[in-house]
């Protein structure tokens, strides 16, 4: 079992910066691939990035060069900095766990947290 706890959104302006934070728990250990992944409404649940335990790194086109993942395992962290910050990037955003210890496997998801950018 994994428990995940997103903190860190809020209301910015457009231009402007926020930094997410996932605190993970359980059984990190068996824990892999980790993600933040975002849902506006009306839209489905979109992959914003994802980094693997070795370091490696996907981004959505929507924010490359905008958005920076990053994990601390020894901390329990996931952190997503948000820069030039825009209104399309209103969303509930979500930290996932991919979660693998044979024979079970799984994904893990955390509450969500809202972000909301003005014009």
């Known amino acids: 079992q994994v428990q995940l706890v997103e903190s860190g959104g809020g209301l910015v302006q457009a231009g402007g910066s926020l930094r997410l934070s996932c605190l993970f728990a359980?059984?990190?250990?068996?824990?892999?691939?980790m993600g933040w992944y975002r849902q506006a409404p009306g839209k489905e649940r979109g992959l914003v990035a994802r980094i693997s335990n070795s370091g490696i790194t996907n981004y959505a086109d929507s924010i490359k060069g905008r958005f920076t993942i990053s994990r601390d395992n020894a901390k329990n962290t996931l952190d997503l900095q948000m820069n030039s910050l825009k209104p399309d990037d209103t969303a509930v955003y979500y930290c996932?766990?991919?979660?693998?210890?044979?024979?079970?496997?799984?994904?893990?998801w955390g509450q969500g947290t809202q972000v909301t950018v003005s014009a």
């Open positions: 359980g059984d990190t250990v068996h824990i892999s691939t």
């Open positions: 996932k766990a991919e979660y693998y210890r044979y024979p079970r496997q799984g994904d893990y």
